[in-house]
Each structure stands twice: as C-alpha cells, then as structure tokens.
C-alpha cells in the first residue's frame, strides 16, 4: 500500500489531483482512509483509487496474465 501511495505522489497528474483534494475544493477527488487519492464515481459515488501512470503496464500485466487475472477477478469480487 505504502508504495502505490508513492507512485501516487511521484505521479504528475495525481499531485494535480491530490492538491485539488488536499485544499477541500469541491470536486470527484479526495482522499480515503488509507491516505489513496480517490475519484468519486458520478453516477453511484462509489470511490476508484487512481492508477498512476508508472503503474498501468504492471496493472494490466496481471489483469491479463493468466495464472494471476483469476486471482484478481476473485478478490475484486470478494471485496466489492
């Protein structure tokens, strides 16, 4: 957890959105319990941690790679 936040802060467009939510300005960003930047979803406000760039060839790796997108899937379904 301690190093996506990291990659959340060495990330350009989320330390434009981490200084909208940090001031209280109205808006989809904020930041949850565990200190992730959060997007607040319009339509049924629930919470989407945002993916720093860094990290998207990585997430998408395992989503996609066999032996690890099941375990994703299941935990995604377990914890929603």
């Known amino acids: 957890m301690e190093k ?3 990659a959340q802060a060495a990330d350009l467009w989320c330390q434009v959105m981490a200084t909208k ?9 904020k ?6 930047l ?3 979803a319009p ?5 989407r ?4 760039t ?3 060839p990585r997430i998408l790796h395992l989503a ?5 997108s099941a375990t994703l899937l299941l935990h995604a379904c377990i914890s929603h």
Request: avoid cysteine.
């Open 43 to 47: 339509l049924d406000l629930s919470e």
């Open 64 to 68: 996609h790679f066999r032996a690890s």
């Open 38 to 40: 959060v997007r607040i």
């Open 21 to 29: 939510a940090d001031e209280g300005q109205r808006g989809r960003f």
């Open 49 to 52: 941690v945002l993916l720093p």
């Open 31 to 36: 930041r949850d319990d565990r200190g992730l």
């Open 54 to 56: 860094a990290l998207r």
């Open 4 to 6: 996506y936040i990291e």
